[in-house]
């Protein structure tokens, strides 16, 4: 009886050990071993606080142009990231490609 109950003892303070590294065990801010599913650990943009980006073209630059570089992050790393170069837009074509319509002026 004594073996088991120091048996007993070392099983509930390992299992108290896997509680605490399971409570601890973060990566980016989310328990990596917690019983929440993954649809729960997700966060809207809203929840984080970012802005969503808004394009207002007024009806008055209907013969413009415009140019922009547009850069995207892409990896883990500081330096990864895309650019994609605008050279020429106008409101005209703005939204004409596959599957949609050109725009009215």
């Known amino acids: ?4 109950g120091s048996i007993q ?9 896997i509680n605490r590294i399971a409570d601890q065990a973060q990566y980016n801010q989310m328990h990596m071993l917690s019983n929440k599913s993954a649809s729960q650990n997700v966060k809207t943009a809203e929840e984080l606080g970012m802005q969503p ?6 009806a008055s630059l209907s013969g413009s142009q415009a140019s ?3 850069r995207v992050h892409v990896g883990a790393n ?11 837009a106008n409101v005209a074509n703005l939204f004409a490609g596959e599957g949609a319509q050109a725009a009215q002026a």
């Open 1 to 4: 009886d004594a073996d088991r």
């Open 9 to 17: 003892i070392e099983i509930e303070q390992l299992t108290d050990e």
């Open 53 to 58: 980006a808004k394009i207002n073209t007024p």
């Open 68 to 70: 922009w570089t547009l």
């Open 78 to 88: 500081q330096d990864e990231a895309i650019a994609v170069n605008i050279y020429s």
